[in-house]
């Protein structure tokens, strides 16, 4: 067995059971004029249009889920000031877990009010002085609770690549596909869809160009760690791919590539113009990417669509 | 048989076999947030994701698809400045048919350039020295060909009766349905969708605050025209409803309502934060009224997206 045997195409497919009537099947959008623009037929994924805004439902929900009676009701702990907090808050109460989410104090006010009207328990920090998974750690232990790790996680792998699997079942015949690449619990579930749904299909991850640790991790075969990259792909300031998600990449996927964040920028704007989608910075990875290298029938994951509105605007007039 | 009787649902039903396959069968989102917000379950029908960016395809259509193949070497003609015009384009070339389309000089870059890629012959004019539907008459008279109008037109109306009617399919059990008001076309034929499909639900137009000679015309009884509304919603600047428009929705419909422009402008960012969709102005005049008065379970008609996109920053960072 290969190193990545760990998480399996039967686990997506099970998480697929799980998941469905909770989680929205989420539709695939097409635009004329972007496929005029990239040279391609792109099939857009709408993860922004996801319950919560983004992917990151379906692996939350996967992982809950599958805890035990008494782990449900010991509670969850995550730390994360991004879409993975909403997605176990959410998840948390659809299940009736409590759910405590560890964010820092300064995030922004839309993420704290939307992670604590899920009805979950927010727990500040300072990101400056404080270790949030020291943190989250001492709360889980203390509470006895499960600590829901963002992407390096089988079930939330496996989660994660139901969103493929769907696109590879609406679209039907792509000859490549392209995901956002963070910490690669998107990639590598969308590489075990592919595998098994479209084996001839290349698969890629996209990340951005100042943080470019997983093109760095596939030339050096092993995972490269970085410092927190400078981007406006917020939800892929990652520094480092997971013992998980590391081997199932190198096994499964087809490459990495990178995105600028004038090419993110100009993605959300064409998205917003022809396909009418409102995408955070993150969640156009893939289509940066697409439209510069795509060719045939695409498939692209549109990942999330999380922005705060004076952002978003800033970024359309740029 | 009552005035009105001159479109049904059979029309409908005819349009809907006509369109398939050729115009999309848009989704039907739906956001927890928003519904919280309006104190009623929204679903939410995109024609911002429909072909040409609004339902607009659906009417042009299934009229040019019905013209004798005589007719359709004449080509057709067609006046607007908004999204009538690029439908109607799109149509023709769909089908083979040559278009004119008549348009402002000053009308914005990307809708004429939209327009001629399509594939349709752009003949300009000057708003403020010459009357558009002369223009386009005597280019039809001049060519034989036929004038195709945006809304009062039975075989347009059959045509925009069919996103109500995928909606009610859909989203099934509605108590209500809001849609924009302009002309009245989709108006018009949503309601022969809802009498047909779901007799007890309501169905409402709804008009901009600063134009409503449609509440003006079913109070009085006749067709009311007003001046020339200033209003953002530039796709409802109409200022009668039409001679086939008008008993339908006297007969068939629940009423008409209006929305401010601030109402417009605070739907539009709503969605955007929400629903992650981009639509334009107009295209939330249902959603306006629906989030003030909404009960229930609620069908909105989100009917298009093309907007500017320094235009749609500004409003969204107003």
Request: aromatic share 4%; net charge negative.
């Amino acid at each position: 067995m290969s190193p990545s045997a760990g998480v399996t195409y039967a686990d997506v497919q099970d998480a697929a059971q799980r998941i469905a009537g909770v989680v929205h099947r989420t539709p695939v959008v097409t635009s004329r004029r972007l496929d005029a623009r990239a040279g391609a037929r792109l099939f857009l994924k709408c993860e922004n249009l996801q319950r919560a805004g983004a992917f990151k439902i379906r692996g939350a929900y996967n992982a809950l889920a599958q805890l035990s009676p008494q782990q449900q009701r010991a509670g969850v702990v995550a730390f994360s000031s991004g879409n993975h907090a909403q997605a176990v808050a959410l998840a948390a109460s659809l299940l009736g877990i409590r759910a405590t989410i560890v964010m820092p104090h300064d995030s922004p006010a839309s993420k704290l009010a939307a992670t604590k009207e899920y009805g979950a328990e927010v727990v500040g920090y300072d990101r400056f002085t404080q270790d949030r998974a020291a943190i989250a750690d001492a709360l889980a232990q203390e509470r006895g609770s499960v600590l829901i790790p963002p992407f390096d996680h089988p079930s939330v792998i496996a989660g994660q690549g139901t969103a493929v699997k769907e696109l590879l079942e609406d679209a039907g015949g792509l000859d490549a596909v392209f995901v956002p690449l963070g910490g690669g619990g998107l990639l590598s579930g969308s590489a075990l869809s592919v595998r098994a749904l479209a084996p001839e299909a290349k698969i890629y991850g996209v990340e951005p160009e100042a943080g470019d640790d997983g093109r760095q991790s596939l030339q050096a075969g092993e995972i490269v760690t970085i410092p927190t990259p400078e981007t406006i792909a917020d939800g892929a300031q990652t520094t480092a791919l997971g013992r998980h998600t590391f081997p199932l990449i190198r096994d499964l996927a087809d490459g990495v590539l990178t995105a600028s964040d004038t090419e993110l920028a100009d993605a959300m704007r064409l998205l917003a113009v022809n396909a009418k989608l409102v995408v955070e910075p993150t969640g156009v990875l893939g289509l940066a990417a697409a439209l510069r290298l795509a060719e045939g029938r695409v498939g692209v994951v549109l990942s999330g669509g999380n922005v705060d509105l004076d952002r978003y605007a800033r970024l359309l007039s740029d």
